[in-house]
């Protein structure tokens, strides 16, 4: 039995290793095909012990600059030494590429909108096209792990800034209307509106679910505590 399940192993890895090249490019295909930005990667990758039982795809040192046209230095929007889609390596065989899970560590995320009211994370692509293709975001979980992240808004002099230490987001995101399990570990660096910082260097702990309709656009958040340096807000 050892002996089977072992050699079961070895041939769905050497079949998935076959089709690497095909496989990368399926998720490269269907990333270009909604981001606008100048994404740089240093490298693509697949793996399936490390993430077992499912298959990755890893983009290693992941570089997204900021969408400001007339910058005179390039700013950062989003890096991450790692990001890992998770897929159901059954799937691949049968060619369909399900997204279930995606990973992100370590890295940052700066969002920024300027005095004019212009965002520099305007990334996403507008289109219309409803083609089916073999790719499905069928996404149940995003886990971030160590991740400084930022949002400043200059035209309302506003600035939040924390260290994501751990989260996790659950839920069906492909649906229009879905309820968001969130939890996260962080470390608050700055909440400022104008000149008053109201928490600072404060360890944060929030376990939420958020009721999310993308049709309407709205987002219902449920009376709920959240811990802040082990005091129940």
């Known amino acids: 039995f050892v002996g089977i399940f072992f050699g079961l192993l070895l041939l769905i890895s050497g079949g998935l290793y076959y089709f690497k090249d095909e496989i990368i490019g399926m998720v490269l295909q269907e990333v270009n095909a909604h981001l606008k930005a100048k994404v740089k ?3 693509v990758d697949i793996a399936f012990w490390s993430s077992f039982p499912n298959l990755s795809v890893d983009f290693d040192r992941v570089f997204i600059p900021d969408t400001y ?3 005179k230095d390039t700013d950062t929007l989003f890096y991450s030494d790692k990001i890992r889609l998770r897929f159901n390596p059954m799937d691949l065989f049968r060619e369909e590429y399900r997204l279930k ?4 560590h370590p890295g940052t995320l700066q969002l920024k909108v300027n005095d004019q009211g212009v965002s520099n994370y305007d990334i996403l692509k507008e289109t219309s096209d ?3 293709t073999a790719f499905e975001f069928d996404l149940q979980k995003v ?13 309302i002099n506003h600035r939040y800034a924390t260290d994501l230490i751990q989260t996790e987001l659950e839920g069906t995101f492909a649906e229009s209307i879905f309820t968001l399990h969130a939890t996260s570990e962080q470390m608050v660096r700055e909440t400022r509106s104008g000149r008053v910082n109201f928490v600072k260097n404060k360890k944060i ?3 939420i679910n958020i009721k999310i309709d993308k049709e309407k656009g709205i987002l219902d958040i449920p009376l709920t505590t959240i811990y802040i340096s082990n005091l129940p807000f």
Request: glycine share 0%; net charge negative.
């Open 205 to 207: 702990n929030l376990d």
């Open 101 to 104: 899970q995606i990973d992100i």
């Open 130 to 132: 409803t083609t089916n």
């Open 143 to 155: 886990f971030i792990e160590n991740m400084r992240f930022s949002y400043t808004d200059r035209q």
């Open 41 to 43: 990667v240093e490298k």
């Open 69 to 71: 046209e007339d910058a």
